[in-house]
Nanobody, 126 residues
């Protein structure tokens, strides 16, 4: 199982970025029993939950800090999860990671996710 995150970069405050997480090693039917999450880790801080989506039903959940600005979505045909980030702020600067959990319930705890991808850096300048 591999999760490959991409799409990070440098953007000005108020700008937008879309992150992608390509999922491989799952059978399409297996993904129905998983949830996908985006987490981020800023320098000197703990990794924190950003957004999650249940693959089967598409239910979503967001951290309060990004609600209304970020949107998580999935593409079943491409086995890819996206994180559309709008109205970016300097405090959104972090390394963003995608993760998969063997459950249909979205949770926010990092310890409850089974698979992790490498991170992609997002830097928001003021």
């Amino acid at each position: 199982v591999q999760l490959q995150a991409s799409g990070g970069g440098l953007v000005q405050s108020g700008g937008s970025l879309t992150l992608s997480c390509a999922i491989s090693g799952f059978r399409n039917a297996d993904l129905d029993d998983y949830t996908m999450g985006w987490f981020r880790q800023a320098p000197g801080k703990e990794r924190e939950f950003v957004a999650g989506i249940s693959w089967r039903g598409g239910s979503t959940y967001y951290a309060d800090s990004v609600k209304g600005r970020f949107t998580i979505s999935r593409d079943n045909a491409k086995n890819t999860v996206y994180l559309q980030m709008n109205s970016l702020k300097p405090e959104d600067t972090a390394v963003y990671h995608c993760a998969a959990r063997s459950s249909i319930v979205v949770v926010t705890s990092t310890g409850r996710y089974d698979y992790w991808g490498q991170g992609t850096q997002v830097t928001v300048s003021s």
